[in-house]
């Protein structure tokens, strides 16, 4: 009872804390509203089982022992959000016919996921760091499996509705372009963070 305790202590503080997913989902939920943003965040969750997946199985220690992938791997993920936060950053407020505006996909947070060195390290560090269920290796990354779903799924609906709660923000120019320019800076203040751990 102490390990899984302890467990979802550090998943909260891991899964909760501002990165490059929470960050995204508030502004996705900020510029969209949170009904137009549940796409998304399902994506970020499908992505993150896909996260989980690959550190139970020991897969990304295989990929990050060939020589080179780290910083191919690095590149691609900040790339990819320096390419988020400038779309966030050039966003231009929001207005009655912004409802046919596109917001984010399910395969954009899929991707999101799959590609967010953060979720690497938080998955890293829970699986490795806790043992919920002794001496059968499956049950127990499935037992912290379900555990971090339910987690990462009550967090992620904060951050979504807490970006929802801007919405209003998003209609006055001045105060939307520097809304979106402070996801944009912390987007790629968070990432930027995640690599150097």
């Not at 220690?61 to 080179?68: D, M």
């Not at 760091?129 to 967090?155: E, W």
Request: proline share 5%.
């Amino acid at each position: 009872m102490d390990a899984l305790l302890g467990f979802v202590l550090a998943a909260f503080a891991l899964a909760g804390s501002p990165g490059p997913a929470t960050l995204s989902l508030a502004a996705t939920g900020a510029a969209f509203g949170a009904r137009r943003g549940l796409g998304y965040m399902m994506g970020i969750i499908a992505g993150m089982v896909g996260v989980m997946t690959i550190v139970a199985t020991g897969a990304v220690s295989i990929a990050v022992a060939v020589p080179g992938a780290i910083p191919v791997i690095a590149a691609l993920a900040a790339g990819y959000f320096i390419y988020l936060a400038v779309r966030i950053a050039t966003a231009p407020p929001l207005t009655a016919a912004d409802e046919k505006r596109r917001q984010p996909s399910f395969p954009g947070g899929v991707f999101l996921s799959l590609v967010n060195p953060k979720g690497y390290a938080a998955m890293a560090a829970l699986f490795s760091g806790f043992v919920l269920v002794h001496d059968r290796a499956a049950l127990d990354a499935a037992a912290k499996m379900a555990v971090l779903v339910s987690i990462i799924t009550a967090v992620n609906i904060a951050w979504l509705y807490a970006g929802a709660g801007l919405t209003r923000f998003f209609r006055e120019p001045r105060t939307s372009r520097a809304i979106n320019l402070a996801f944009a800076v912390l987007l790629v203040a968070s990432v930027a963070v995640a690599l150097a751990v």
